[in-house]
């Protein structure tokens, strides 16, 4: 089975194969089930959009990531993400405090929280490892719109350079986020 790509800003998955970040805020691209909260897929694609990217919704040290597209029609696949772990937050102070474990603003975490008027959000912690080289295909019309997860049949995945981030640190930063969201 091949991993599907989750869309995420350009930004955040620049931030995220860089090793700049290892944790993403997200309200979609996941699914409750009657028994519980589950990440649809635990390993996915990071597939770098630019719809929707909002320069005024990322802290000052992100900004530098900002880009028009440079290929456009052109899909470049930057990493493999694994999930390490995953918080559903229903509380806005909690979620709040993870504005300095992400690029989003704070501003930009409690629309999140509050959107569709449904008070809660999910934080999940990935493991990244580049692809070497960066997966180049062609965009077609059944990637594009406001979907986040994408299917990539037959796609032949090539090779995986080291995490962006040490495995302790990884670790290290479960314990310290498990600890903060209590």
């Known amino acids: 089975m091949y991993p599907p790509a989750l869309k995420e800003w350009d930004t955040q ?24 909260f589950e990440v649809e897929h635990s390993r996915f694609l990071l597939y770098p959009t630019f719809l929707h990217q909002n320069g005024a919704e990322l802290r000052p040290e992100f900004q530098s990531l900002l880009r028009p597209d440079p290929l456009p029609g052109t899909l470049t696949l930057p990493a493999l993400a694994e999930v390490v772990a995953v918080w559903k937050i229903e509380d806005l102070e909690r979620a709040l405090r993870l504005e300095p474990y992400q690029a989003l603003t704070a501003a930009a975490i409690e629309r999140r929280y509050a959107y569709r008027n449904r008070p809660w959000l999910h934080a999940m912690l990935l493991r990244v490892s580049p692809l070497a080289p960066p997966l180049r295909l062609t965009e077609t019309p059944e990637m594009l719109g ?3 997860w994408v299917p990539l049949e037959g796609v032949t995945l090539p090779e995986l350079a080291p995490p962006s981030r040490p495995e302790a640190e ?13």
């Open 13 to 36: 998955c620049q931030a995220l194969t860089s090793g700049r970040a290892a944790l993403i805020v997200r309200k979609g691209g996941i699914m409750e089930t009657h028994d519980g």
């Open 146 to 148: 406001c979907l986040s």
């Open 170 to 182: 990884v670790q290290a930063l479960h314990a310290e986020l498990s600890a903060l969201l209590r």
